[in-house]
């Protein structure tokens, strides 16, 4: 039997790190061909050369999701370098800068809602309509479990989260008819190069939560990984939370 993702194309933003590199992963061994995004090269290139080497099909385009021509170069290569189908748009990547409302500059906060909420916006406004033209098709947003709880320091980053989030509902209404599912992944604290730096104090956003330990990316690219398959075709703007049972208690 041919494997779930088999002939399918994804597009994974973020894909150069973390949890979206995981998510590459995941669905290249579904079958999937994936097109790993970012703005590092060298990363990038590593990446296809690591799924290429286990027998995966890989590709890497670069872009800048803080550049609006940049997102829409993104999704226009990559519609074409996957033969016109890109059957799965994986809205990944993210930065999540935390500190107080006062100290963002106005260039601060253009940046992360360009990359947070701007970028998908473009990426979905472009692909989604592609994929109800032919009938089928499955984008899944990351989220944060901070997008609905108001933590000191996160107004930022959380705000352009539900915004994402928001997004997701909207947009399973808009293309769900058409037969595109449109869900999110809500990650708890994961262990990442992105969430390197903030050493120990990530540990203290999982305190009390029922798995008592941080999550792996792999982990978050297994919740994507269901979201996008065939199991999971009766689901439409749900959000998903992949936290260790963080938010629910
Ligand atoms: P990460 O390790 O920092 O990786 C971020 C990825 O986004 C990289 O591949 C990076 O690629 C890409 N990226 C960042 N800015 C970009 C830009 N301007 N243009 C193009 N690509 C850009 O991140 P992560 O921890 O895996 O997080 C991934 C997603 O999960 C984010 O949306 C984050 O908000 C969400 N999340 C993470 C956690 C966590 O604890 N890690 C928890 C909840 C939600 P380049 O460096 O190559 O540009």
């Known amino acids: 039997m041919a494997p779930e993702l088999a002939g399918k194309t994804a597009l994974i933003t973020g894909s150069t790190s973390g949890i979206g590199r995981a998510t590459a992963d995941a669905l290249v061994a579904l079958g999937a061909h994936v097109i790993i995004s970012g703005r ?28 609006p021509a940049s997102v829409r170069e993104l999704a226009n290569t990559a519609h074409t370098i996957s033969g016109g189908h890109i059957d799965i748009l994986i809205n990944n990547a993210g930065i999540y800068p935390f500190g107080p409302t006062a100290d963002f500059t106005d260039d601060q906060f253009d940046a992360v809602y360009d990359v947070n909420v701007k970028a998908p916006f473009i990426l979905s406004g472009v692909l989604a309509p592609k994929m109800a033209e032919r009938g089928h098709g499955a984008i899944v947003n990351i989220s944060t479990g901070l997008a609905t709880r108001g933590l000191r320091g996160a107004a930022l980053y959380g705000s352009s989260k539900a915004a994402v989030e928001l997004l997701t509902k909207a947009w ?14 809500s990650p708890g604290a994961i262990a990442t190069e992105g969430t390197a730096p903030l050493g120990t104090n990530l540990n ?7 798995a008592e330990r941080l999550g792996r990316p792999d982990e978050i690219a297994s919740g994507v990984a ?7 075709r009766y689901i439409h ?3 998903l939370p992949v936290d260790g049972g963080d938010g629910a208690v």
Not at 204 to 210: E, H, K, L, N, V
Not at 226 to 232: E, G, I, N, P, R
């Open 40 to 67: 590092d090269t060298d990363r990038g290139n590593t990446a296809v050369q690591e799924i290429r080497s286990t027998g995966g099909n890989a590709d890497f385009l670069a872009a800048d999701l803080g550049n």
């Open 172 to 185: 399973a209404a808009e293309f769900g008819p058409a037969g595109v599912r449109v869900n999110a992944v």
């Open 204 to 210: 203290d956003m999982i305190a009390g939560a029922p």
């Open 226 to 232: 269901f979201l996008v398959s065939d199991a999971a």
């Open 237 to 239: 703007g749900v959000i």
